[in-house]
């Protein structure tokens, strides 16, 4: 079941994309403003709305780290905005630049890809904010980009109907016309598939389009035996236009938006719809899953986002089939952990993960003396940082198998709480998502809305010890 829970009405003109990071949701519009919402109580943030682009903004995404946000606009720029205070970092564009509809991080957030009507591909290096490569499709404007997990190739898609496959060095690897008349969107799902015949791990890759048709395909990513590209299927369901397409972060479940104001879930594994939905009163423009959770946005030109959240059960052809879109760790692959790192602020880390091969099961199983000697971690502060956030993902694994006592989660993320303290109107909290709720100006209490005479926040020591205690009865 996907339960509605939240709708956001801030912009004044026509909502074109939203993205998710680990801890917030970022909208654009029409009305040439980003803004950005917390994921925790979907309040708006303090630097929100971000102005500074002329014309509207097309498109929005976040960094794997979530760190830097980036934005593209009709008025042929790129920019890039920290998400801590709001600052716009940089403005990436070209003297007389056609407008730039669509923008991509690379997996590890060291390169932004921007398509523009035109047809040029602009790849820009982040860090030294300047311009690495560039390219044009044969035809059309580019819509559409998705990079490879490994952040070594990408797709993009044109308004002439064309899937172009490149590496990193901008050459042309594969060409194929998907969608008669003209791509809306594609996406990558970064958990690899099985593919029989050869044994090949592949990635599934979904296109959508004028033609009111969803595809998937199997693209597989090779160094050394190139890049292969294969049909899978076509998913039915919309009668007109599909605008967005993406994939939940297991890839299990994929949804999409239509000029039908329709939103449809499927299960991608069978092609069946899950859910339709059918809220929005204008054309569905955009749509994405949160990383790591059971939150879905659904963006409009009747200028709302809606805000969903999906059952971990879902029905399909009248039998029920699990759709968690939380793999269980030790069933992590490689691209699971790298994943994870990005949204723990351990991106830097990504390759060197890669390189020795850590998967979920690796991962639970690192000790002080694995990240010292095998993987050659100095500082002693990142390999405590890296034990600290691993024993987090123990602790997770126990509450998402076991339920969890009320009075042990704190009122405001509903998770097990690490650090609690007690506020002045008695109740205890999660000290960071407190300190959060204090420092965008709130004065008042998240449970009684009744002002707080005092921000003094005390360690709830008995309750911590409690919560230690339950922790342990479940890990014998």
């Given amino acids: 079941m996907a339960t509605l829970i939240h709708s956001l009405s801030d912009h004044s003109d026509d909502v074109n994309y939203c993205a998710f ?4 949701l970022a909208t654009c519009s029409l009305d040439k403003t980003v803004r950005v919402y917390s994921l925790s109580d979907f309040s708006e943030l303090p630097y929100s709305p971000l102005r500074g682009h002329a014309y509207a ?5 976040f960094s794997p780290s979530g760190r830097l946000l980036a934005s593209c606009s009709t008025d042929g720029t790129a920019a890039l905005w920290d998400t801590r205070d709001g600052r716009r970092l940089a403005v990436l564009g070209r003297p007389r630049a056609s407008p730039v509809r669509v923008c991509r991080f690379s997996p590890r957030g060291s390169r932004l890809l921007a398509g523009s009507a035109d047809g040029t591909l602009l790849l820009w290096d982040v860090r030294a904010r300047q311009l690495c490569r560039s390219g044009n499709v044969k035809d059309g404007s580019l819509v559409a980009c998705a990079f490879s997990p490994d952040g070594n190739f990408f797709v993009t898609g044109s308004s002439s109907g064309d899937l172009t496959i490149w590496d990193d060095k901008m050459r042309c690897l594969y060409n194929e016309k998907a969608h008669d008349l003209g791509v809306t969107c594609c996406d990558i799902s970064s958990n690899p598939v099985s593919d029989n015949e050869n044994g090949f791990k592949y990635f599934q890759m979904a296109s959508c389009g ?20 294969k049909y899978k299927c076509t998913l039915s369901g919309h009668s007109a236009p599909v605008l967005a397409c993406a994939f939940s972060y297991d890839g299990q479940m994929l949804v999409s938006g239509s000029v039908d104001k329709c939103v449809i879930i499927y299960e991608t594994s069978t092609g069946n719809t899950l859910h339709t939905l059918s809220q929005h009163t204008r054309y569905v423009t955009t749509c994405a899953f949160a990383p790591h959770s059971h939150l879905l946005a659904t963006g409009s030109m009747d200028k709302t986002v809606h805000i969903w959240q999906l059952d971990l059960k ?4 009248g039998n029920t089939v699990e759709t968690e879109s939380k793999v269980a760790v030790e069933d992590w692959s490689e691209d699971d952990v790298s994943a994870w790192l990005c ?34 971690i100095e500082s002693l502060g990142l390999r405590s940082k890296i034990l600290q956030k691993i024993e987090e993902l123990r602790v997770t694994m126990i509450s998402v198998s076991v339920p969890v006592p009320d009075e042990f989660l704190c009122p ?9 303290v007690i506020a002045a109107d008695g109740y205890s909290y999660e000290r960071e998502a407190m300190e959060h709720w204090i420092s965008n100006k709130r004065r008042s209490s998240p449970m009684t809305n009744l002002p707080l005479h005092s921000l003094m926040l005390t360690p709830n020591r008995t309750l911590k010890m409690a919560i230690t205690r339950w922790l342990e009865t479940q890990q014998k």
Wanted: glycine share 6%.
């Fill in 21 to 24: 990071s680990s801890s917030c």
């Fill in 57 to 61: 903004v097309h498109c929005c995404c």
């Fill in 210 to 229: 004028q033609d009111n048709q969803i595809k998937l395909w199997h693209i597989l990513f090779a160094e050394f035996l190139g890049v292969e590209f």
């Fill in 314 to 317: 879902q029905t399909s052809a």
């Fill in 343 to 376: 949204a723990q602020d351990l991106a830097d880390f990504v390759g060197l993960f890669k390189i020795n091969n850590i998967d979920g099961k690796e991962l639970l199983n690192l000790t002080k003396e694995g990240l010292a000697n095998e993987l050659k």
């Fill in 412 to 420: 405001i993320t509903r998770e097990l709480m690490k650090d609690p």
